[in-house]
């Protein structure tokens, strides 16, 4: 089987507009790379809360590159700093296209990684794993 | 029924002989048309009549006739008007060419349109055989045509990244601004068009250090991200190495530093590439046309120099070209001209300022000092030829010559006294030789290598090179000091005093400056002070002026000083009244030196 690569970076949202607008925008970006990244074999998660995304992206490498490449030239965020490139043994969000936290609930940590404290990396995906966690029993319960 | 190529016989056969050609005489006439049917031109026969006289089989696949259609007999005209691939404008066309050939009796040639499964091209050709015999041969060019065309392409193309190359570039450019000049002797409101001069920041350690491919891989993503931003209509050029540029039109001002604003945060944005976190930059310069250059050449270079700027302002950032900058890269030229002739004309001189040892009440030492005496402008201050020298490359050349000047000077000095010669960073790139320079320059003039010092600035160790510190040591074990100058400007950090033992650390002048701030000012000379102690380094103040500032340095624990207190520096034949002039003052309290 093919390494899997991680890449998790987070950035600066560029959005404008009202919180409805915005969540709205959201969802478009998630559906778009719900949709993409099931094709390539990129699963991961998306974090969004204080203006501010991080997004984590698994898969083959040059599968993660390419999609990387496709968000670096979005226009809706800014500021893009990596806070972890590397292989990894099994991929965290394997059932994921793209996990999506954010909206209502702050996650403290994301405005202070990017202050590019990579030591950040870790909690950011403790709480990609937590919150998606959580809303996969949310999901199973209301099944 | 006959075939056409039987009832043609007459005719080749009569032609050919009076071309004088070889071929005809071997083969039967029936072969002959045979070889005439299987080569892959079209090939007609008519008369003056322009009644068609013969065609191969090759003419109907050509022009899309039934291959049972007798051409023998029929008018040119009528089995043209047969022909499937054509349209109404390439039977007239080709029928006039036709006509043009008999008329004028010398050979024409066109190219047609035809449309086949797909466009197609024909190009056609008729010479005069004999006196009633006229031959066209139709060539189905369309594949010879492509070649060409994607020959062409490639060879106005970037192959790594797909842009367009110099030339090509070159070539759009002029005609937009051809373009632009028109349309503003109609209305001089019109829209403009830019040229942006793009350079990549920090890209060859990407290539050095992650070779090659990597690099190709980061050019053609640029390309990519470039072209994204990009209107559909901009032009984008790789013009070689990791340099592009881009020619916009009809945006005004504030658009342009929009895009490039955009072009900055795109391109500086993180790329992966293998598995690497690449993190380069853009700088560009901006030149409008007309204002800032209506001809390509001159629009460039204004660019260019915009972009120099903007790398100049520390990169990542895009600068509109001004004409300060011409004015400035001029004056800049000029000095540049005279800067390589000041050496061998002997223009530059060593003046020296006194040091003094606070305890012992002594000058023991004095720091050269370098002054350029400009034949028309006068004396010139190291701080407005120092960067351009650093910048062209001449600092080495010069360095040198100040070092061999101070310690053949110093040679002449009574007693132990010391010189002091600032050693610029870009000095050290080549370690070796301005370890082989120092002690030759020693050798030379007989100064004791204890009796020299060599002034650094951080940068020197900011380079990080093995080879910088192994040259600090080998200068060191000559007996020569090395001292660290301009301490508290920079980073000034800890690890990097540590990471050398200097002798000396030399006080910025700025902490004696008459700042707001004296109590915060005192607490760094005395910091320092105290730092230089606990590493066993001596410490001096440069730049003390009046009577307060000395005794502020006294009192934070500073050994020595320097400055215009004491003496300004002096040309080296007043360095002997500077020492027996201050042997003088001291007989006073230091309170009434001024």
Known sequence: MAVIFRVLYCSRNTLVGSPAKIDAEIAQILETSRRNNARVGVTGGLLYSDGCFAQLLEGPMDCVETVFERIQCDPRHSDVTVLQATPVDRRDFPDWSMAFAGGTKRHEGLPAALEACSSMGEEIMETLRRVVGREAEWLAAAE | MTKPSERMRPTVHQSLPSRGSALCEAPGQVLLAAIVDHVKLGVLTFDAELVVTFGNATLCTVLGVPAAMRVHGRALAEVLDCATVLDEASVQGMHELCIRAVGARQAQEGVFPASGQDARTLEVRVVQLDEATWMATLEDATERQAEEARAIEQAMCDMLTGLPN???????????????????????????????????????????????????????????????????????????????????????????????????????????????????????????????????????????????????????????????????????????????????????????????????????????????????????????????????????????????????????????????????????????????VIARVLAESGLAGEQLEIEVTESVLLSDEASVLGALHQIRDMGVRVAMDDFGTGYSSLSQLRSFPFDKIKIDKSFLSAGEDLDGQNAAIRAITALGASLGMATIAEGVETVEQLQRIQNEGCGSVQGYLFSRPVPADQVAGVISGFVFRLAKPLSAAV
Request: aromatic fraction near 6%.
């Open chain 2, 166 to 436: 110099r030339q090509v570039f070159q070539q759009r450019a002029t005609r937009v601004l051809d373009d632009v000049a028109a349309g503003r002797e109609r209305a001089p409101e019109s829209p403009q068009a830019c040229l942006m001069m793009l350079d990549l920041d920090r890209f060859k350690p990407v290539n050095d250090t992650l070779g090659h491919a990597i690099g190709d891989s980061m050019l053609r993503l640029v390309a990519k991200r470039l072209r994204l931003v990009l209107r559909g209509n901009d032009v984008v050029a790789r013009l070689g190495g990791d340099e592009f540029a881009i020619l916009l039109e009809g945006l005004g001002e504030r658009g342009l530093a929009d895009l490039a604003k955009r072009l900055v945060d795109v391109v500086g944005r993180p790329y992966l590439v293998d598995g690497h976190v690449i993190n380069i930059g853009v700088s560009i310069g901006l030149a409008r046309a007309p204002q800032d250059g209506a001809q390509y050449d001159q629009l460039l270079r204004n660019a260019d120099l915009a972009l120099y700027h903007a790398k100049r302002a520390g990169r990542g950032r895009f600068i509109f070209f001004d004409t300060y900058m011409k004015a400035r890269a001029a004056a800049r030229r000029s000095l540049e001209m005279d800067l390589r002739k000041a050496l061998a004309l002997a223009e530059f001189v060593l003046h020296y300022q006194p040091q003094v040892d606070l305890e012992r009440n002594a000058i023991v030492g004095f720091e050269a000092l370098l002054r350029w005496h400009h034949p028309q402008r006068g004396v010139i201050a190291p701080g407005d030829f120092i960067p351009l020298a650093e910048e062209i490359g001449l600092i080495k050349p010069l360095g040198e010559w100040v070092l061999r000047e101070a310690c053949r000077e110093a040679a002449s000095w009574p007693g132990e006294l010391c010189v002091a010669v600032n050693v610029a960073p870009q000095q050290f790139a080549d370690a070796n030789r301005l370890v082989g």
